[in-house]
């Protein structure tokens, strides 16, 4: 038990110092032996957990998606808003979701898979609107799988001008303008008149998510 745990601390220590490196140099100019240095283990060690750098970078972009889904919302709509939101937060502070979002976007990570952040999050957009759908919360020209590119899309720009302007420092903002600017083709006034689309909603989803966790550890009561 003590090994696997072990086993477990030193693949995050890796994935850790791979983030860190790729965050800063790209996948291209990002190096093993970097990896190693910043990561302090053996090349062993590191070489057990991930047989090469894409695997290292494949790691990196399957950690930002380890995280508990926003809470469940009666409103759909505004269940998409918090998913969105809450992503722009865990980028602003989270450096793995950087890095994720840094390799997703690498142009020059030439024989690197990049299309699964982009895929998975058009498919959990595309879930929630169709479920928005059934629920009567969208204008009825909406069709889901369209939408859900259209916001993928959007806010990969958004996030890029972000980067490049201020590393991230407005991303906040620019997520809730582009939401607003969006938001009324795709759902009924009515919906629109309730949702919560202000910069703080990442910081809020995130704090009730780590509450949620905390009772979660907790031992049963009696």
Known sequence: MVKQERAIQTRKTILSAAARV???RGYKAATISE????????????YFHFPSKEHLAQGVLHEQDQWLPVPERACKIQELVDTVML??????????VRAG?????????HGLDRSGPFTRWAEILRDLLEEARSQGELLPNVVPAETADVLVGS??????????V???????????HLLRHLLPSVAVPSVLASLD??????ETISTELRTLMSQEREPAAG
């Open 101 to 109: 979002v840094r390799l997703s976007l690498d142009q020059q990570a």
């Open 155 to 164: 806010f990969a720009g958004i996030q890029a001008m972000s980067q490049a």
């Open 22 to 24: 790729f965050e800063g």
């Open 197 to 202: 689309s202000s910069e703080s909603r990442g």
């Open 166 to 176: 201020c590393e991230y420092q407005d991303l906040l903002r620019r997520s809730s």
């Open 35 to 46: 990896i190693l240095t910043a990561a302090g283990v053996t090349k062993g060690a590191l």
């Open 87 to 96: 992503h722009a937060y865990r980028l602003q502070t989270d450096p793995m």
